[in-house]
């Protein structure tokens, strides 16, 4: 944990300018090389990832500076992703050398640190009275039906402001991100069981997944506080429980830089309570897996990714005896099972032995297709818990997948590799897992 002198003296500079004029030449000029330049399938597929996200750094009616858009389909940006994807895109133009410095505004151009900064600017100066943050900011609408949350916001600002060494935007996001986390004590804890309850299919980004089979899409009258009349519903879910564990992390963390010791304490006491209760409640040793508990407290036994949502936010300690025991059969049986998630473009989105498991693959099917997302955010969980040889072999058929195509959609095929036609190119998460992971690839075989 670090204090407030230490965030200020020792984050790392955010460098790599994206030129307003000539935004793709100055951004590729910042990347690093992934491989040796010499081989020109890699070096073309990197030009054309910067490309796409260059072309990606937009704005929307509500909020006038430039973020980071997801791309193809989707114009604006979602909570579950932008914020976390806006960070990765930082560090692509991180310029290690030690040193924090603010871009003049007057010179015209904007960095990726600001385009990170502004992404996650946009969900805080939007957030509501009550302290709701909007589940996405589009071009067409702020949207408030759902809670749509992933990656912590509260995890992804911290690491930004360590990054920039951005105090104010450090006070912003902690301030914002605790009255998200009292909003959702408010209104998603229905049941006061301490963990956080899904109402819909959109809470958890889950497009057309059958873990939400029977549940609407949106809350009643695109109210986020309103649950559907249904005996099964609410629920309570490992992944946004997760989401809630790191966010508070973050936010001890945040508080701590700040200078407020009885609230890091309290926070990271709150996130003790809720990984407790995720490991006591919402975990089948029987099946090795974390499931959905519903309001008839009966698990919905569909193997998801939701196993490695909770693993992204490191809710199992290993240097606990019974998470590690637990870890290793999480990993073995579920996760690095080829029978289940291990496919051969790993991970799937259901498990490939599921019964549940959707074919043929539609679009935008969290039913089964290896996404982009799960697929970004692999390191946040994968080198913590040590497991470096088999990220290095998920991200070496991720790039090989995309060089094939460089079109940079969002799904594949988990056995073939195969991207889903119908869902057009120029997907951000895409381009950043080819930049990301052939620039840790990269490091690791120069």
């Known amino acids: 944990m670090q204090d407030r002198r230490s965030f200020l003296v020792g984050a790392t500079m955010l460098a790599g300018t ?43 009616p509500s909020f006038k500076q430039p973020v980071l858009f997801e791309g193809s389909t989707y114009q604006g940006i979602w909570q579950e992703c932008g914020p976390h994807e806006s960070l990765v895109y930082a560090g692509l133009a991180h310029d290690k050398s030690g040193k924090c410095a603010i871009p003049d505004p007057a010179s015209g151009e904007i960095t990726a640190a600001q385009v990170a900064r502004n992404t996650h600017m946009a969900f805080f100066a939007l957030q509501r009275p009550d302290g709701q943050l909007p589940a996405s900011v589009k071009i067409s609408d702020v949207g408030f039906g759902q809670i749509q ?8 600002a911290w690491e930004l402001a360590q990054l920039t060494c951005d105090h104010e935007f450090l006070e912003t996001a902690y301030n914002a991100c605790s009255r998200w986390d009292a909003w959702l004590r408010q209104y998603r804890d229905t049941r006061k069981t301490g963990l956080v309850e899904g109402f819909c299919t959109y809470d958890t980004g889950h497009d057309n997944s059958p873990r939400w089979a029977g549940i609407p899409n949106r809350c009643p009258d695109a109210d986020a506080r309103k649950c559907p009349p249904l005996a099964s519903m609410p629920r309570l879910c490992p992944d ?55 309001a008839q407290n009966k698990f919905a036994r569909v193997r998801s990714d939701v196993i490695s949502r909770v693993l992204g936010e490191h809710v199992l300690q290993t240097s606990n005896k019974r998470d590690q025991a637990i870890f290793e059969a999480v990993w073995a049986r579920q996760i690095h099972n080829p029978s289940a998630f291990w496919a ?12 549940t498991f959707v074919r043929p693959i539609p679009r935008n099917s969290w039913g089964g297709a290896s996404q982009a997302l799960t697929a970004l955010r ?34 594949i095929d988990p056995q073939t590799g195969d991207f889903t036609q119908p869902d057009p190119g120029g997907y951000s998460p895409a381009a950043l897992v080819f930049l990301d992971f052939s620039n840790r690839l990269g ?3 120069a």
């Open 18 to 60: 994206l030129a307003a004029s000539k935004p793709f030449e100055v951004f590729a000029q910042s990347l690093k090389p992934a491989v040796a330049t010499a081989d020109t399938a890699w070096q073309h597929t990197k030009d054309e990832a910067a490309r796409v996200l260059a072309g990606n750094v937009r704005t929307v």
């Open 149 to 156: 949350m992933v990656v912590p916001i509260a995890a992804t």
């Open 240 to 294: 946004l429980s997760a989401t809630v564990y790191g966010g508070r992390v973050a936010l001890a963390s945040m508080a701590r830089a700040l200078g407020k010791t009885s609230e890091a304490d309290r926070w990271q006491a709150d996130a003790e309570k809720i990984r407790q209760l995720i490991i006591a409640k919402l975990y089948s040793s029987e099946d090795a897996a974390f499931y959905d508990l519903d």
């Open 344 to 355: 051969p473009y790993p991970l799937s989105s259901i498990a490939l032995d599921d019964p």
């Open 378 to 411: 692999a390191p946040r969980w994968m080198v913590h818990y040590g497991k470096q040889v088999e990220l290095n072999e998920l991200m070496r058929q991720w790039c090989a997948a995309i060089m094939r195509h460089t079109e940079f959609r969002q799904q």
């Open 443 to 445: 490091k690791r075989t």
